[in-house]
């Protein structure tokens, strides 16, 4: 069984900051892929950026420059750092561990005011 747990979520106003983290938990095959994705109201779930355990990173296209993804392979967390953040950043957003089966996050509100 493998638990993650995200945290850091919230409102900020439009060109503030947040950084999202993630703790996984279980029994996890030591080559992974973590990775963040966010879904708005509405739209499907999409991936915001992964991180494989040997830090490889693959980002949204949109996403680049703005988001920075990071692990700590010793304790199975990912962080999501997120810059600049727009109104349309708005989602719900859910961490992921991945080996063969997928395991998901119960989701964190990120809002963004402008």
């Known amino acids: 069984q493998v638990q993650l747990v995200e945290s850091g979520g919230g409102l900020v106003q439009s060109g503030g900051s947040l950084r999202l983290s993630c703790a996984a938990s279980?029994?996890?095959?030591?080559?992974?892929?973590m990775g963040w994705y966010r879904q708005a109201p509405g739209k499907r779930r999409d991936l915001v950026a992964s991180?494989?355990?040997?830090?490889?990173?693959n980002y949204a296209d949109s996403l680049k420059g703005r988001f920075t993804i990071s692990r700590d392979n010793a304790k199975n967390t990912v962080t999501l750092q997120m810059n600049s953040l727009k109104p349309e950043d708005t989602a719900v957003y859910y961490c992921?561990?991945?080996?063969?089966?997928?395991?998901w996050g119960q989701g964190t509100q990120v809002t963004v005011s402008s």
């Open positions: 991180i494989t355990s040997g830090g490889q990173t």
């Open positions: 992921n561990i991945r080996w063969g089966p997928t395991y």
């Open positions: 279980g029994t996890i095959f030591s080559s992974n892929i």
